[in-house]
């Protein structure tokens, strides 16, 4: 265990970090379970921190060795913010090389499914109501957008749902991105944080250890139509405002 704030300070800056920016059911828990697996790369789950200068990086790295051991000979930190309360202020975070990761996905499935998870944890949940849940999706998708247009820089945009209906195309496009000697895998490792709640997603599928393309059915959760107009807009006006601005992006 290290417990020296030096060596702690400089295992921070000798990793990189890969952030992953997206919202909620947007298939991330997968996603970062892939990258984890892979040997350059250190972290899978969402650590909710927000970035807002340098000293987070220390904190990151410790909350990381709280759960895993930092493999030999890798090369980088990886976390995800899904949500508008977690900064992640890029130009506070010098020196460290940073590669960050942009996903969305289409409203309909993503809102149902936002739904469905907080109908089964808590019926009053206040995302268990399809016009709450639709506002966080707006709100976010217009948070990422104007991220994404404010930053000099570079990112890898992807549609969120390639990576289980296409991971044949965008692994491998992800390898080359990030630099990585080892090709990601379909095949991922389950960890100690796997499954846990608040760590990502809690579904058995999560288990399953690879990628498998499955469906839910949402026919019981209604989106007034309105409203599912209005989060189509949003999401086609973003995402557009998101690849326009990447360095490269995988779409459909």
Excluded at 216 to 227: D, F, S, V, W
Aim: net charge neutral; charged share 20%; glycine share 4%.
């Amino acid at each position: 265990m290290i417990t020296d704030i030096r060596q702690i300070k400089a295992m921070h800056t000798h990793y990189s970090r890969i952030f992953l920016l997206s919202h909620m059911r947007a298939f991330t828990t997968l996603a970062g379970h892939i990258l984890g697996s892979n040997p350059a790369i250190n972290g899978y789950f969402e650590m909710h921190l927000s970035y807002a200068d340098s000293s987070v990086l220390d904190h990151q790295l410790v909350e990381l060795q709280k759960h895993e051991e930092l493999k030999d000979n890798s090369l980088y930190l990886f976390d995800k913010l899904l949500h508008n309360d977690y900064q992640l202020s890029l130009e506070q975070l010098s020196p460290v090389t940073l590669k960050i990761l942009v996903a969305l996905r289409e409203p309909e499935s993503t809102i149902k499914s936002i739904v469905d998870l907080f109908e089964k944890r808590q019926k009053n949940h206040i995302y268990a109501s399809p016009e709450e849940a639709t506002r966080y999706y707006i709100e976010r998708l217009e948070w990422l957008a104007d991220f994404c247009r404010r930053r000099d820089q570079g990112y890898c945009y992807f549609d969120a749902q390639l990576i289980q209906t296409a991971p044949e195309l965008l692994l491998p496009t992800l390898t080359d991105w990030l630099g990585l000697e080892t090709p990601l895998s379909e095949q991922y490792q389950l960890f100690s944080q796997t499954g846990k709640a608040r760590k990502g997603d809690s579904s058995r599928s999560i288990h399953s250890g690879k990628v498998v393309n499955s469906r839910t059915n949402y026919t019981h959760i209604h989106i007034p139509r309105q409203l599912l107009k209005t989060a189509q807009t949003v999401y086609q006006d973003c995402r557009q405002q998101i690849i326009k601005n990447a360095t490269y992006a995988i779409t459909q």
